[in-house]
């Protein structure tokens, strides 16, 4: 028998609220975020009411499961795909991975542990990573408080 | 061309708060709480600490059979059986057949926008937090 830190509510939700506080701030270019533990599993969802069905919200989650699961910020993917020798992201032969930026994962404050992943789409990759940085920041920050 | 009203983000985090705060209260197990648009899309979602694989999937797919019928689950349920019908002859495996605790979102027009699905405690449970929720937004 073992026992293991999970990602609570708490921080999950932070991460999305700060996300989607920060995505407020340009109306007009809707996004959606996920936050789901090591697992691959969601622990927190949000999306504008106007954002792409096949494109945001399968991407955000994708992109969340994807550095969960790879232990991977999904900018990285690719790349590693490369190094290992499976060529792309797509040999992986997984339906829910993606090379898109916008993943990042979640570590224990011991840096030892991982803890799950946050997932951003709707904008540009690059813009998708901002918005999933300042969710992690406010994950962490809940995490401390 | 024409207008619709779209269930938006704020509304949907509020209806999930609301049942969030008002959980404690009302049981002592770990929720699962979802909001979905008009179409059954997710727009919120959050899974209470310790809350289970189960629950994350039932509480979606209350919310999306609320909203897709454009029924509260026990009137769906009573319309079901008044009609005779078997859940298969809706033809969407993602219903949720009889169970309580999924609502639609009308507007203060009636039209609905959405529905709430909420999952980890008794059936009357989780229809009352689904209330909470509701009245937590106006629409």
């Known amino acids: 028998m073992h026992s293991r830190a999970y990602l609570g509510i708490k921080e999950a939700m932070a991460a999305v609220k700060a996300i989607m506080a920060e995505a407020d701030r340009v109306p007009g270019r809707p996004i959606a975020t996920t936050v789901l533990d090591h697992r691959g599993d969601m622990v927190c969802f949000a999306s504008m009411g106007e954002v792409n069905t096949a494109l945001a919200r399968q991407n955000a989650f994708k992109k969340a499961y994807t550095a969960a699961c790879m232990r991977v910020n999904v900018r990285d993917m690719a790349a590693r795909a490369v190094a290992q020798g499976i060529g792309s992201v797509a040999n992986y032969g997984n339906p829910n991975f993606t090379g898109g930026a916008g993943g990042l994962v979640v570590m224990h404050p011991s840096g030892e542990t991982i803890m799950g992943g946050i997932g951003v789409s709707g904008r540009s990759n690059e813009e998708d990573e901002e918005l999933a940085l300042i969710g992690l920041a406010a994950l962490q920050q809940a995490w401390a408080s | ?139």
């Open chain 2, 1 to 139: 061309m024409y207008e619709k009203t779209i269930l938006d983000h704020t509304d949907a985090l509020a209806i999930v708060d609301a049942m969030m705060a008002a959980a404690p209260g009302i049981t002592n197990q770990p929720l699962a709480l979802a909001v979905v648009d008009d179409r059954g899309e997710l727009l919120a979602f959050a899974l209470m600490d310790g809350g289970t694989h189960f629950g994350r999937h039932y509480a979606v797919r209350k919310a999306y059979t609320a909203s897709r019928m454009r029924l509260d689950l026990r009137d769906f349920a009573a319309q079901r059986g008044a009609q005779s019908r078997n859940i298969s002859d809706y033809g969407d495996s993602g219903f949720v057949a009889s169970a309580r605790g999924g609502l639609a979102i009308r507007t203060s027009q009636g039209i609905v926008v959405g529905g709430v699905g909420v999952s980890g405690a008794t059936p009357d449970q989780d229809e009352e937090l689904a209330n909470i929720g509701l009245q937590a937004v106006s629409l």
